[in-house]
């Protein structure tokens, strides 16, 4: 998986997955949640940090499996 070595910009989804898990996507994402359903991180070089981020807002949040792969956990 190629690493992500420029900033981008991320949003968590405001509806949790089946899991119960908020996801974390770049704002270039395709699965993107609607502009009502999703809250600004901010930029971030890791997508780690950027879950970190989302984590205050979500205890469960995690990476988009199709955007941040690399920082998605099951
Ligand atoms: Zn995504």
Known sequence: MQQRNISAGYYVNKNPDPN?????HTSDCRYMPREENRIY??????????VQAAKKHYPKAHGCSYCIKECHTE
């Open 20 to 24: 119960g898990d908020h996801e974390v």
């Open 41 to 50: 991180l901010g930029t971030f070089d890791k997508c780690r940090d950027a």
